[in-house]
């Protein structure tokens, strides 16, 4: 076991950021926090990191408590979210920033840059600054820099979302490949799903300060625990369904449900993902409908049917052979069917709450601006030359010339250039 997170608590003032936190990490694993703006992500990254100092819980790393422990000491790097990379210096300056710090051999760094340069597939790049590089060759030099003192965990901050849309998706594979190659562990958040499901070995769904469900990509994609998982991660149709005599039926519209899933004894919620109903009667459960919308994205075409209770129900096709003739027109009826392997049974339960979600606006700029107060003058902010350092998703907090921010490894460096 690498990481073990037990019953770890972060407040801002009343905001619980986290709630009793508990998670582990094998070593060489690529784990993937999925959760909206707000529900902790960068929270716990931070926590892990040192940036801030938790509540209440433990952290430890190769069994070694990291409790006290500054950033700078931690065996643990972090690529945020803006890459950070410093302007005035060169892609090499900027890869052995952190080994410079740790005041290795020349002859070793040189080496290493060699080689996270040839990692990285940037080799002839050395001498660039970074606004001469493209946006992902600016993520790899990122990448490289962070991996360069040899961590034995990555945190990565939605190290994808300043890359467009093609260059997201190649990148992902890239990614991948060089974790498996270099056999760090990886702790990467992102609000994406399918940048999650294709990218974890194990995904974490994050929600108010608490995991709802970690598993697998196929465990947590195909058994969702609970009925916002089920929408979080992917799309999917949720019914009301009700247990008659053991049957399963669809009250609302008298039509029984065949499900491979045990029957619940209690009233639940049917889950069906848009891609497994399909137009026609092709399939063991079946209801009719009326198509009031048509969303064609590509590859795929979504069709929108009304029920005859007025439930909107979601329907993709993958366009393999191209858009036919033969697809539904709005206003058009038809019937829907799907098979008992698709049916997702969830316990209607409620999700715990918190009282407020942390990383908004102005609010989180206060509650971390008095969190690093609490910390005692001249700690060591948890950000980069040019970050935003807002909780979620990136909320600026004004770093003015002069200020003394963290860079790799928590080092100081002057933002006066």
């Not at 190769?62 to 000491?73: N, Q, S, V």
């Not at 597939?121 to 040899?150: D, I, K, T, W």
């Not at 009326?290 to 007025?310: I, M, P, W």
């Not at 709005?330 to 098979?339: E, F, H, I, P």
Request: net charge neutral.
């Amino acid at each position: 076991m690498l990481l073990r997170i037990e019953g770890l608590t972060v407040r801002y003032g009343t905001t619980v950021a986290l709630h009793g936190l508990d998670l582990s990490l094998e070593s060489g694993e690529l784990f993937v926090l999925l959760g909206a703006s707000g529900s902790g992500k960068t929270t716990l990254l931070r926590a892990i990191a040192g940036f801030i100092q938790p509540d209440a819980g433990r952290i430890a790393l190769d069994g070694t408590e990291l409790a006290g422990l500054p950033p700078h000491r931690r065996p643990v790097n972090t690529m945020f979210q803006s890459y950070a990379l410093f302007p005035h210096m060169s892609v090499a300056a900027n890869i052995s920033f952190g080994l410079r710090q740790q005041r290795r051999p020349r002859a070793e760094i040189a080496a290493r840059v060699a080689e996270m340069l040839a990692l990285v597939r940037l080799e002839g790049f050395a001498a660039r600054r970074p606004h001469q590089l493209s946006g992902g060759q600016q993520q790899r030099v990122a990448l490289a820099r962070a991996l360069a003192p040899n961590p034995r965990l990555l945190l990565l901050d939605e190290p994808l979302s300043a890359l467009d849309r093609n260059l997201r998706m190649e990148t992902r594979g890239e990614l991948v490949r060089l974790q498996k190659r270099v056999g760090t562990s990886f702790i990467l958040v992102t609000h994406d799903q399918q940048e999650a499901l294709s990218m974890a070995d194990r995904i974490g769904v994050m929600h108010e300060g608490r995991l709802l469900q970690v598993g697998t990509p196929e465990e947590v994609y195909e058994r969702p625990a609970s009925r916002f998982v089920a929408e979080f991660l992917g799309a999917a149709n949720i019914l009301p369904v009700e247990v008659r005599d053991g049957v399963l039926v669809l009250p609302r519209l008298g039509v029984t449900v065949r499900t491979a899933m045990p029957v619940p004894p209690v009233p639940a919620l049917l889950a069906l993902r848009p891609e497994r109903v399909r137009i026609g009667n092709g399939a063991v459960n079946v209801v009719d409908g009326v198509v009031v919308e048509r969303a064609y994205a590509g590859e795929a075409l979504t069709h929108s049917v009304r029920l005859a209770d007025g439930t909107e129900m979601r329907v993709t096709q993958a366009l393999h052979d191209g858009l036919g003739a033969e697809q539904p027109e709005v206003g058009a009826k038809v019937t829907l069917s799907w098979q008992p392997e698709a049916c997702i049974l969830l316990q209607e339960k409620p999700l715990p709450r918190c009282a407020v979600r942390a990383g908004r606006g102005r609010a989180a700029k206060r509650i971390d601006a008095k969190a690093r107060s609490a910390e005692g003058e001249g700690d060591r902010v948890g950000t980069e030359p040019g970050d935003r350092a807002g909780m979620e998703q990136g909320d600026p907090v004004g770093i003015e010339p002069g200020d003394q921010v963290g860079t790799e490894q928590g080092h100081r460096v002057s933002t006066e250039f």
